[in-house]
């Protein structure tokens, strides 16, 4: 199992820049897939950008070019630089993690952190 902890989310005008954070309990080299989430209100959450395994990335078309996923190993955490910020970037972000328990895979999440782009 793991534990995930963010913050970094908060209020920006468009334009604007935020950095998110997410913490594991344990190392990130023992989880395969890792990286961020978002839900608005009223959609379904999608992918926004993950390390996958053998730290390749996967990123949203939608958010090419200005967010970046990052990580420090040394403190278990995994970074996402949010640049440009839109109003449609508004929505709830979440950490995933995925690790294999066994044969099947285990999706664990964090809290969420608000992320509110004003136009």
């Known amino acids: 199992q793991v534990q995930l902890v963010e913050s970094g989310g908060g209020l920006v005008q468009a334009g604007g820049s935020l950095r998110l954070s997410c913490a594991a309990s344990?190392?990130?080299?023992?989880?395969?897939?890792m990286g961020w989430y978002r839900q608005a209100p009223g959609k379904q959450r999608e992918l926004v950008a993950v390390?996958?395994?053998?730290?390749?990335?996967n990123i949203a078309d939608s958010v090419k070019g200005r967010f970046t996923i990052s990580r420090d190993n040394a403190k278990n955490t995994v970074y996402l630089q949010m640049n440009s910020l839109k109003p449609e970037d508004t929505a709830v972000y979440y950490c995933?993690?995925?690790?294999?328990?066994?044969?099947?895979?285990?999706?664990?999440w964090g809290q969420g952190t608000q992320v509110t782009v004003s136009s």
């Open positions: 390390f996958t395994s053998g730290s390749s990335t």
């Open positions: 344990r190392s990130i080299f023992s989880i395969n897939a």
């Open positions: 995933n993690a995925r690790m294999w328990n066994k044969l099947r895979l285990d999706d664990y």
